[in-house]
């Protein structure tokens, strides 16, 4: 049985995996035994939610407390430094999204990875999630011919939430702001199926709330092999259908249903079809949308668990922050008004 300590709870999502963890560590070989967090009023929501876990005063005690692992899910700005103290310390780490604000920390995480040759994983829901593994069996295959064109909605109806202008995801010391809390999951998702981009241009904008700044942007990304990639983040989005259309050369990959704004109102069993050039109609995946968007984030439960007991990670520290470069070539472009490279080295200012 692995002992996960949980570093940080500021990110609601922790509920959702060590949660599942907690209803059945045997059938998962994990389990959520202590936790820290300087925030009383999250740690009182932790004691609700996470019954029976121990609160320890600093990240170093919990360290020292006979955990086998952490599970960071900090604001942004702290996921460097703790995950340096974890590395130290010699214990698994799993990361939450995204890896760090700026590249040079996403270096430092890298680095203590390395130098310290711990097991670690990014923590993505997106590749976790069954109808996603599929669409990217579909791409590698062949069976559909050579992927064209990929888009990817991606939305949260974070102008309705009410008080969510205060929280600590919009302060730019702590988090950036949404584009950057968010836009990293299909961003990452893009990068699993496709690999490193040459180049994107990006337009941001703010819509609603000058508290919640750039909750609408879209991101072209250019392959080497000429393939376009659309990643359409629109943070102000009542409910939604469409999540994912791909075009290739031998057919058409669309899902519905595979986001937070897309799982909202009542929809379809399963979200996935293709169609392969010359068949009479679509073929449906078989495979069920999920009924909700806690449903999702709980089924990472399992593949994070079974890298806590020798599988392969979800997603690699190298793997993370090339999906940073990614995000952070974003707001390179937004500021210069054109397309740039994903290589920029002005990528460090950012």
């Known amino acids: 049985m692995k002992r ?48 029976g876990l121990t609160r320890y005063e600093s990240p170093e005690a919990l360290l020292a407390g006979g955990v086998d692992a952490v599970l960071i899910t900090s604001e942004t700005a702290y996921h460097a430094e703790l995950v340096k103290l974890a590395a130290k310390a010699g214990k698994d780490i799993i990361l939450y999204k995204p890896m760090a604000l700026t590249l040079s920390e996403a270096d430092e995480i890298v680095k203590a990875v390395e130098d310290y040759g711990v097991r670690f994983t990014m923590a993505w829901q997106m590749r976790c999630d069954e109808q996603n593994i599929k669409m990217r069996k579909l791409c590698k295959s062949g069976e559909l011919g050579k992927v064209c064109l990929f888009r990817r909605r991606h939305g949260l109806s974070v102008h309705k939430w009410e008080g969510f202008e205060n929280t600590w995801h919009n302060a730019p010391q702590m988090n950036r702001d949404i584009f950057a809390d968010d836009s990293a999951h299909p961003i990452n998702l893009m990068q699993w199926y496709f690999g490193m981009p040459e180049s994107v241009m990006c337009e941001m904008s703010t819509m609603v709330n000058p508290k919640v700044p750039n909750d609408n942007g879209v991101a072209l990304f250019k392959y080497a092999n000429g393939l376009i990639a659309e990643i359409a983040l629109c943070f102000t989005t009542c409910a939604a259908d469409p999540t994912t259309e791909i075009y290739l050369t031998e057919g058409s990959v669309i899902q519905r249903y595979g986001d937070a704004p897309g799982t909202k109102l009542k929809h379809g069993e399963n979200g ?55 995000v952070l070539a974003c707001y390179l472009s937004a500021r210069e008004g054109r397309r740039v490279s994903v290589y920029d080295d002005r990528i460090y200012e950012i």
């Open 272 to 326: 996935l079809k293709w169609y392969k050039w010359g068949k009479d109609d679509w073929t449906d995946s078989g495979i069920p949308s999920p009924d909700s968007q806690p449903d999702r984030l709980r089924a990472q439960a399992g593949p994070l668990a079974g890298f806590l007991n020798g599988g392969a990670p979800v997603c690699s520290a190298q793997e993370g922050r090339d999906s940073l470069r990614l």
């Open 4 to 51: 996960v300590g949980i570093l940080g709870l500021a990110h609601g999502h922790v509920y959702a995996v060590a949660g599942e963890w907690n209803k059945n560590p045997a059938a998962y070989g994990a389990q959520a035994v202590a936790y820290w967090d300087k925030d009383d009023a999250r740690c009182a929501e932790a004691d609700k939610k996470l019954p």
